[in-house]
């Protein structure tokens, strides 16, 4: 399958900022971004920037939901931070109920989750984000991301890496 892919370069932790907030206004209930990449590689740095960008006061904390495995915010479009690391077996992913909760309206953010994609739903959004040299790919998986994702490599190559403090704000 032809799927579109984007690499977007996150140097500084306000790149990885502006990345949620280009993503933020695509961003609809019932969605699902899946977040992969290694530990410490900003997945959760990312949904908090995101939650942000969808309207959270910054009164209200985002933590990592590794224990609690998934956190509810009464962002915009409704968000549901999940975290997969811990889970064992798909059943426990079933029991989670995280496609009902697309199918309620709910944007679903998921860490850990590319092995349960379908278990989810289908059609995401995969963010994949790496360490060395730190970086967001992002792929569409499904005909709903196509554009959003071209859309996003354009506004890249718009202002890449070396595009001035200015002009990043
Ligand atoms: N460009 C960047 N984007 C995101 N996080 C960054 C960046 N540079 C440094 N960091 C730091 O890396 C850490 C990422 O942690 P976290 O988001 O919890 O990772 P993960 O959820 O992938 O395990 C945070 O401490 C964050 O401040
Ligand atoms: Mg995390």
């Known amino acids: 399958m032809n799927r579109t892919t984007v690499e977007v370069p996150l140097p500084t932790r306000r790149s990885t900022i502006q990345l ?15 977040l992969s990449g290694p530990l410490g590689s900003g997945k959760t740095f990312f949904t908090r920037a995101l939650s942000r960008a969808l309207g959270l006061p910054a009164s209200v904390r985002v933590t990592s939901p590794t224990f609690t495995l998934v956190h509810e915010y009464a962002t915009s479009v409704p968000l549901a931070h999940a975290d997969l690391y811990r889970i064992q077996r798909p059943e426990e992913v079933r029991e989670l109920g995280l496609d009902a909760m697309r199918d309620d309206g709910w944007l679903v953010v998921a860490e850990w989750a590319e092995p349960y ?8 959004l995969l963010i994949r984000f790496t360490l060395d040299p730190r970086a967001a790919l992002l792929s569409a998986l499904g005909p709903r991301w196509e554009p959003v994702v071209g859309a996003l490599g354009q506004t890249t190559a718009a202002c890449p890496r070396t595009c001035s403090r200015s002009a990043r704000r």
Do not use: K, N, S, Y
Not at 20 to 33: E, F, H, I, M, S
Not at 117 to 124: F, V
């Open 20 to 34: 949620a907030r280009r993503l933020a206004p695509t961003l609809a209930g019932g969605d699902l971004v899946i």
């Open 117 to 124: 994609r379908a278990l989810l739903g289908g059609d995401a």
